[in-house]
T-cell receptor, first 115, second 114 residues
Framework: DAGVIQSPRHEVTEMGQEVTLRCKPI?????LFWYRQTMMRGLELLIY????????DSGMPEDRFSAKMPNASFSTLKIQPSEPRDSAVYFCASSPGLAGANEQFFGPGTRLTVL | AQSVAQPEDQVNVAEGNPLTVKCTYS??????LFWYVQYPNRGLQFLLKYITGDNLVKGSYGFEAEFNKSQTSFHLKKPSALVSDSALYFCAVRDNNYGQNFVFGPGTRLSVLP
């Protein structure tokens, strides 16, 4: 298996522009997670899905952020409009289903820079 | 609520010496505990986990961790450090009564000096 795939790996955009980050989870995994990593705040869970349904989006910072999972093999995280404080590394992770005992498998991340 | 603390921002150890990276946690139920490693410009990689059973857990790359319920700790250890072990290490906890949310610690940067 290729692991969790994220695109793009790097994104540089200007303030006010729309940004879309993409993730393909590992086939067969029931859970998908979006994280944000910054030096100041560490690793933060933004939202997670179970069987394509959003379960907990309490970590989404504000309405400018939205996430979708139209099918089991694809998810997007969208920021509209983007702001410089959104600059961070965004990770997608997936996990097999059932119980909390399963580890998460992380993608390589998307480094977002908002100018 | 669940929480994780990693009291050391940075750990330095000489190559060949044993290493310890500390982690303490707080949960209301029974904990599921995990260690991850992050190399520069990479995603997190799973090292090991404690779910139940033997308190000493062995994982990838020669790492092990000991679950101590009375001290609410889950320290990561390795008998002999390698320069290639230098990375950022994250402890994570999940309360088995609290769904799928991991809570990650702030991370500890390990530097193994040749």
């Amino acid at each position: 298996d290729a692991g969790v795939i994220q695109s793009p790996r790097h994104e540089v955009t200007e303030m006010g522009q729309e940004v879309t980050l993409r993730c393909k989870p590992i086939s067969g995994h029931d859970y998908l997670f979006w994280y944000r990593q910054t030096m100041m705040r560490g690793l933060e869970l933004l939202i997670y899905f179970n069987n394509n349904v959003p379960i907990d989006d309490s970590g989404m910072p504000e309405d400018r952020f939205s996430a979708k999972m139209p099918n089991a093999s694809f998810s997007t995280l969208k920021i509209q409009p983007s702001e410089p404080r959104d600059s961070a590394v965004y990770f997608c992770a997936s996990s097999p289903g059932l119980a909390g005992a399963n580890e998460q498998f992380f993608g390589p991340g998307t480094r977002l820079t908002v100018l | 609520a669940q929480s994780v603390a990693q009291p050391e921002d940075q750990v330095n150890v000489a190559e060949g010496n044993p290493l310890t990276v500390k982690c303490t946690y707080s949960v209301s139920g029974n904990p599921y505990l995990f260690w991850y490693v992050q190399y520069p410009n990479r995603g997190l990689q799973f090292l090991l986990k404690y779910i139940t059973g033997d308190n000493l857990v062995k994982g990838s790359y020669g790492f092990e961790a000991e679950f101590n319920k009375s001290q609410t700790s889950f320290h990561l250890k390795k008998p002999s450090a390698l320069v290639s072990d230098s990375a950022l290490y994250f402890c994570a906890v999940r309360d088995n009564n609290y769904g799928q949310n991991f809570v990650f610690g702030p991370g500890t940067r390990l530097s193994v000096l040749p």
